[in-house]
């Protein structure tokens, strides 16, 4: 088994995947993933707590779905307190509701966090996922992964997830 280290090219590592979740609604989801980044985070320095990244998301959904169609949701949102661009993956068990565009559920979802102002880095990381996830060969073998090591050596060897 590799190990994976974050660094600035890459979004992924073995904290940040979820494989298999459990959840019924938008909400719940948000908060599972928000409760598992911020435990795999160290923001030890800062107040940023589980219900800051909900409302942030949930504000961002309020503008339009995040729902990008082919049972794909990329939540995304910006946190007053945070350094870094931060991404969580998560293969839910059964898909979801997500108002998405093409008004399928969802089951294949990635939360980024980026910086107040970080509107360049944001909006790069929001490509990378987009350019993997939107690759109808991508989301069948993220569908088809036997478990969470798995997930996570797909989502780090595409090269679109790294490249800039």
């Known amino acids: ?3 994976y280290i974050m660094n600035k090219d890459n979004l992924f590592h073995g904290k940040n995947i979820l494989c298999d979740l459990n959840v019924t609604s938008k909400k719940q989801l948000l908060q599972e ?3 598992q980044l911020l435990k795999s985070m160290e923001l030890t320095e800062t107040d ?6 909900v409302l942030a998301a949930m504000e961002r959904e309020r503008l339009g779905s995040t729902g990008v169609g082919s049972g794909v949701a990329l939540p995304h949102a910006r946190i007053e307190g945070i350094k870094d661009v931060y991404a969580i993956f998560a ?8 108002d998405s565009i093409d008004e399928r559920p969802v089951d294949l979802v990635t939360l980024l966090l980026a910086p107040k102002n970080a509107g360049g880095a944001h909006l790069r990381a929001l490509a990378k996922v987009s350019r993997t996830l939107r690759k109808p060969d991508m989301r069948q073998r993220l569908r088809a992964a036997p478990n969470k090591e798995s997930l996570l050596t797909i989502l780090v060897e595409d090269r679109s997830a790294t490249a800039a």
């Not at 940023?48 to 990244?53: A, F, G, S, V």
């Not at 293969?91 to 997500?98: A, F, H, K, N, Q």
Request: glycine fraction near 0%; proline fraction near 5%.
């Open 91 to 98: 293969r839910l068990e059964t898909p979801i509701e997500y």
């Open 1 to 3: 088994m590799r190990t």
């Open 48 to 53: 940023i707590t589980c219900r800051d990244i």
């Open 33 to 35: 993933m928000a409760t």
